[in-house]
């Protein structure tokens, strides 16, 4: 295993965490004190898309990706009961076409349930990945659904021999191969699609059964998200223990195998989420307690977003800058992104009868600054019923045009 080089940069982001108004960012640059405004602070201009009318009670958008100004899509669930978990939730695809988000006719589905990821790399190649709802996790059954840019359908994908939920928390596309990540119990699952079947993949050897970890517990590895470069060239991130080491890891696929790649974080509980990126070298990683972490080519930087909120998802815009969700207890959610001297984000817009907020999934948009982000707004009602939202990213907020 390569020797990793780490350098840490502690910042402290102020706005957002204290439901602030849209359009101001406090950020602490990371070589100076606390409470410090960084001088290039940005101004990110987010609004409330107008989508069509979700069933109720409760609708939730889980991801969301764009692959042009004109094509994007958005994936969770409608008219689920919080008093029916088992048999309600209908999954969801929304689209946009450059001006309105409407609903994308799917395939006649039978099953209750949501779809939770969804990856493209052009507008005829899009994939969506969800399970049904079910009373036991070992009753959930996961769906995978593929777009050739004329209609969806559902492809065949076996759950594993294993008795415990195959939990799919990763999906990236890239050509003809679609990458599937998860776990199945205490075994990684690791599929790829070659345009005809899946082909199962060994996880690294440091993360399979067999030896002890720390408290004497067995080798383990959790993977978490995905993203592919290129063909021999994909990214995913999670976390492990083993003997010596125990903290989030990133890994790495040559075209012929998958290794761990330890990022300068050890003896520590925390997890990678999301991950981002448009090459190997410009890689960013979040996760669990503020957990950044930003490089590739064998050095990374450990920039660690103090707040320690859920950042559940990452993403790199056109200029190759990151942006982050940070959803916090209230519930409320701010989008966050990373410029020279600091953090700096922004409190999301909710709608206004809302009395919460929490962000899933973000979105840019290959060659525009056009950007998305997805999740679902509490409503004053008892018991607490959730509605989908989407957010733009306006580059021009003081005329809201879009670009």
Same mark, same amino acid.
């Given at each position: 295993?390569?020797? @990793?080089?780490?350098?840490?940069?502690?910042?402290?982001?102020?706005?957002?965490?204290?439901?602030?108004?849209?359009?101001? !960012?406090?950020? %602490?640059?990371?070589?100076?004190?606390?409470?410090?405004?960084?001088?290039?602070?940005?101004?990110?201009?987010?609004?409330?898309?107008?989508?069509?009318?979700?069933?109720?009670?409760?609708?939730?958008?889980?991801?969301?990706?764009?692959?042009?100004?004109?094509?994007?899509?958005?994936?969770?669930?409608?008219?689920?009961?919080?008093?029916?978990?088992?048999?309600?939730?209908?999954? $969801?695809? $929304?689209? #946009?076409?450059?001006?309105?988000?409407?609903?994308? +006719?799917?395939?006649?589905?039978?099953?209750?349930?949501?779809?939770?990821? &969804? %990856?493209?790399?052009?507008?005829?190649?899009?994939? %969506?990945?969800?399970?049904?709802?079910?009373?036991?996790?070992?009753?959930?059954?996961?769906?995978?659904?593929?777009?050739?840019? !004329?209609?969806?359908?559902? &492809?065949?994908?076996?759950?594993?021999?294993?008795?415990?939920?195959?939990? @799919?928390?990763?999906?990236?596309?890239?050509?003809?191969?679609?990458?599937? &990540?998860?776990?199945?119990?205490?075994?990684? @699952?690791?599929?790829?699609?070659?345009?005809?079947?899946?082909?199962?993949?060994? *996880?690294?050897?440091?993360?399979?059964?067999?030896?002890?970890?720390?408290?004497?517990?067995?080798?383990?590895?959790?993977?978490?998200?995905?993203?592919?470069?290129? *063909?021999?060239?994909?990214?995913?991130?999670?976390?492990?223990?083993?003997?010596?080491?125990?903290?989030?890891?990133?890994?790495? #696929?040559?075209?012929?195998?998958?290794?761990?790649?330890?990022?300068?974080?050890?003896?520590?509980?925390?997890?990678?989420?999301? $991950?981002?990126?448009?090459?190997?070298?410009?890689?960013?990683?979040?996760?669990?307690?503020?957990?950044?972490?930003?490089g590739g080519g064998g050095s990374f930087e450990l920039l660690r977003y103090a707040p320690g909120g859920a950042l559940p998802d990452v993403v790199t815009d056109h200029a190759g800058q990151p942006w982050l969700i940070d959803n916090s207890p209230t519930p409320s959610a701010s989008l966050v992104t990373y410029r020279t001297g600091g953090w700096a984000g922004?409190?999301?817009?909710?709608?206004?009868?809302?009395?919460?907020?929490?962000?899933?999934?973000?979105?840019?948009?290959?060659?525009?600054? $056009?950007?998305? +982000?997805?999740?679902?707004?509490?409503?004053?009602?008892?018991?607490?019923?959730?509605?989908?939202?989407?957010?733009?990213?306006?580059?021009? +907020?003081?005329?809201?045009?879009?670009?």
């Open positions: 295993m390569r020797k @990793i080089v780490v350098t840490t940069a502690a910042v402290l982001l102020v706005s957002g965490c204290t439901g602030g108004s849209a359009g101001t !960012s406090t950020s %602490a640059p990371s070589d100076g004190p606390p409470g410090a405004v960084a001088a290039d602070a940005p101004e990110p201009g987010w609004r409330l898309a107008t989508l069509p009318e979700l069933a109720g009670p409760t609708s939730v958008l889980w991801d969301v990706v764009s692959v042009d100004a004109r094509h994007a899509w958005a994936v969770g669930s409608e008219a689920y009961s919080p008093d029916q978990p088992n048999d309600t939730g209908t999954p $969801l695809v $929304l689209r #946009w076409d450059g001006t309105n988000w409407t609903r994308a +006719a799917v395939p006649a589905i039978s099953w209750h349930g949501r779809l939770d990821l &969804v %990856a493209a790399d052009s507008p005829s190649n899009v994939w %969506a990945v969800g399970s049904t709802a079910a009373a036991t996790p070992e009753e959930q059954v996961t769906h995978v659904l593929h777009y050739d840019g !004329s209609a969806w359908r559902e &492809v065949p994908f076996a759950r594993g021999d294993g008795e415990s939920q195959a939990l @799919i928390t990763g999906l990236t596309v890239l050509g003809e191969q679609t990458w599937l &990540v998860g776990n199945d119990g205490s075994n990684v @699952i690791i599929k790829q699609w070659d345009g005809r079947s899946w082909r199962s993949h060994q *996880p690294p050897a440091e993360c399979r059964t067999g030896g002890t970890s720390f408290g004497g517990m067995p080798n383990f590895c959790t993977v978490t998200a995905i993203k592919a470069i290129g *063909p021999d060239d994909v990214w995913a991130a999670g976390n492990g223990a083993w003997q010596g080491f125990k903290g989030p890891l990133l890994f790495h #696929w040559n075209g012929s195998g998958w290794r761990t790649v330890q990022v300068g974080v050890n003896n520590d509980e925390s997890s990678f989420r999301a $991950l981002a990126g448009r090459s190997s070298s410009e890689l960013w990683a979040v996760g669990d307690g503020g957990l950044a972490v930003r922004v409190a999301a817009p909710q709608p206004p009868d809302a009395v919460g907020l929490s962000l899933h999934g973000i979105a840019g948009t290959p060659g525009s600054p $056009l950007m998305f +982000a997805v999740g679902a707004a509490d409503l004053p009602t008892t018991p607490r019923y959730l509605r989908g939202v989407v957010l733009e990213y306006v580059p021009d +907020a003081s005329t809201g045009s879009r670009h």
